[in-house]
């Protein structure tokens, strides 16, 4: 609930989500503030994007204003489940004074990232060709189970975010391909959602 409005509440909806700053508008927030405001029950403020020392993004927030707190907290928490919002997520409900007084967890999605070298991504690399026939072959095998939905690119390594209903399947399409290319155990693949969530 605010200062100015005992009918507002500040709502943050931390994404864990290695989302870039567009893609996260059209995913979560245009629909957000589409449907907060078309059934009555806020508005979307804004939004930011954490990044590591490394350059890496490694969460976003979105911040809303509610106008009935009852229907509008599970009214968001239905429409990020249906957007995709993975494990790890929450709606934080925020107190008069601005700081945390309710934490509600949000997803149902999970993530597992592929970490490769860097210069593998250098047209000059033995490996780009390959590489690139690589994505092209786990893009053919996109589903609701299976998306590259981020990347990010470091100095020594770099990382694609994969994320589904399954991290098992995910993981299990991933090093089904890898086993077809020269490179493949160099690869390393980590979860990036929490197991037990």
Same mark, same amino acid.
């Given at each position: 609930m605010s200062d100015t %409005?005992?009918?507002?509440? *500040?709502?943050?909806?931390?994404?864990?989500?290695? #989302?870039?700053?567009? @893609?996260?508008? %059209?995913?979560? =927030? %245009?629909? +957000? @503030? %589409?449907?907060?405001?078309?059934?009555g029950f806020g508005e979307l403020n804004g939004g930011g994007t954490a990044i590591s020392d490394t350059g890496e993004i490694t969460s976003s927030d979105i911040e809303l204003t509610l106008y009935d707190l009852q229907n509008g907290i599970p009214f968001v928490i239905a429409l990020l489940t249906e957007l995709g919002a993975p494990k790890g997520s929450k709606l934080v409900v925020m107190n008069d004074e601005n700081e945390p007084q309710q934490e509600i967890p949000v997803g149902t999605v999970e993530g597992v990232a592929l970490r490769i070298k860097s210069d593998w991504l250098d047209e000059s690399s033995p490996?780009? =060709? =390959? *590489?690139?026939? +690589? +994505? @092209?072959e786990l893009m053919t095998q996109y589903t609701d189970d299976f998306?590259?939905?981020?990347?990010w690119q470091g100095d020594d390594f770099s990382e694609l975010y994969f994320y589904g209903a399954s991290a098992a399947t995910i993981t299990?399409? #991933?090093?089904?391909?890898l086993k077809n290319y020269s490179f493949g155990s160099q690869c390393e693949l980590r979860m #990036?959602?929490?197991?037990?969530?």
């Open positions: %409005d005992e009918n507002e509440w *500040f709502v943050l909806v931390h994404l864990n989500h290695k #989302i870039k700053p567009l @893609d996260r508008g %059209d995913r979560y =927030e %245009d629909p +957000l @503030d %589409d449907a907060l405001q078309d059934a490996h780009a =060709e =390959e *590489f690139n026939t +690589l +994505l @092209d998306e590259l939905q981020g990347s299990n399409t #991933i090093e089904s391909s #990036i959602t929490p197991v037990n969530a």
